[in-house]
């Protein structure tokens, strides 16, 4: 066997790069090895063995958009409904501002 290496993230195994006889394979370990190769985790430590890998910005504002995604839906059917809503229009507002700037992390552009 040629090389190893694990791209690692609290210990677990994201991603597993392998070269047999000059033959390179890779093995993806669940949706987070996807976001690994989207730029979303950044190296930290290399123990010679595997990569420890972090959350970069970009993927903390990946997760943060996602993890609130239901929470600006919820308002938006409540306002159309006419019900009263969860959140207020300031918390509302702060949620979007929030939004806005994950978003700019994601897409600088």
Known sequence: MDG??????NGTILLHESTVAGED????????????LKG?????????ESLNVQLSPA??????????????????DEKELG?????????????LEKRKNWRTLLNPT
């Open 4 to 9: 190893i290496k694990h791209y690692k993230h």
């Open 25 to 36: 394979t890779v093995s993806m370990m669940g949706i987070e090895a996807g976001l690994l």
């Open 40 to 48: 979303y985790y950044e190296v930290f430590e290399n123990d010679g």
């Open 59 to 76: 993927g903390i504002a990946y997760k943060r958009l996602n993890s609130t995604d239901w929470r600006a839906a919820r308002h938006r």
């Open 83 to 95: 019900s009263e809503t969860t959140m207020t229009e300031d918390e509302y507002s702060a949620l």
